[in-house]
């Protein structure tokens, strides 16, 4: 269904052809006549394809009446088979606002139009209305209500697209946000840690100073410098092993004495 959606969309405007002097309004209308010469030209070479040269003859048309629904009307159609969708929309709502829909004899096909005109340039919601628009007029109109439920369709896909699009770029916003809330934590985590070093060696610095005063102090007073436990052992250990050579210095010494005393008995 939806392949033959789109081929409804493709053959816009052709279903209803062009509209003809004398059958435009209700009599309650009070548009001005146009001059049935132009209009009439125009429709025999829109009804050969000839786009352009029709758009002339209907702009020709309003240079007499401006206010021409005819004329308006069927240079919509000429423009939109030249792909000018921009002025084809511009030219329906300017016959919108000039003539009350509900007095217009072909206010269905308007509408039909007008959807088919926003579908070419892919503005879903204003198709959805104008295809509905459509509808109410003419219920029994099976292409407006397989364009509308096409319309319908893209204009959900539309949104859901836009929606994801929305949350990926709020993800992205906030996955940004706590990169950057990272970087700055880690800024702050390197200051502290550089902080902490600088203080640590301002400490020792400090303890090194306080470490030469307390010394210099102790010399200045004549007063002997305390000594670790360990440098008192490393210092007992060494007396110990002076006063150990020291005693066998003199047993080696009394040895020799005995000994040349022992030679001379002998001699």
Not at 63 to 68: C, E, I, N, Q, R
Not at 159 to 183: F, I, L, M
Not at 215 to 231: A, E, L, R
């Amino acid at each position: 269904m939806i392949g033959g959606m789109m081929n409804h969309l493709i053959h816009t405007f052709s279903r209803i052809g062009l509209v003809c002097i004398g059958l435009l309004l209700t009599a309650s209308m009070t548009l001005a006549q146009t001059d049935k010469r132009e209009v009439r030209a125009g429709n025999r070479k829109f009804k050969k394809e000839k786009w352009q040269e029709a758009e002339i003859d209907y702009r020709r048309a309003l240079v007499k009446d401006s206010l021409s629904f005819a004329a308006n009307y069927n240079l919509a159609n000429a423009l939109f088979r030249q792909e000018n969708m921009e002025e084809a929309g511009k030219l329906l709502d300017k016959i919108g606002e000039q003539a009350p829909m509900e007095e217009m004899s072909k206010a269905s096909d308007y509408y039909f139009n007008k959807g088919d005109v926003a579908a070419k340039g892919k503005q879903w919601q204003q198709a959805v209305d104008a295809f509905k628009e459509s509808l109410l007029r003419n219920p029994g109109d099976l292409e407006a209500k397989e364009n509308y439920i096409y319309a319908k369709k893209m204009l959900e896909n539309q949104q859901n697209q836009q929606n994801q699009q929305n949350q990926n770029n709020q993800n992205n916003q906030n996955q940004n946000n706590q990169d950057q809330q990272d970087q700055q934590n880690k800024d702050q985590q390197d200051k502290n840690d550089r902080n902490q070093d600088q203080n640590q060696q301002n400490q020792n610095q400090q303890g090194n100073q306080d470490q030469n005063k307390d010394q210099q102090n102790q010399n200045s007073s004549g007063q002997q410098p305390k000594i670790s436990p360990k440098q008192a052992q490393q210092m007992l250990k060494a007396i110990q092993a002076k006063e150990k050579e020291t005693q066998d210095k003199v047993k080696k010494e009394k040895a020799e004495a005995l000994k040349s005393k022992r030679k001379e008995k002998n001699w």
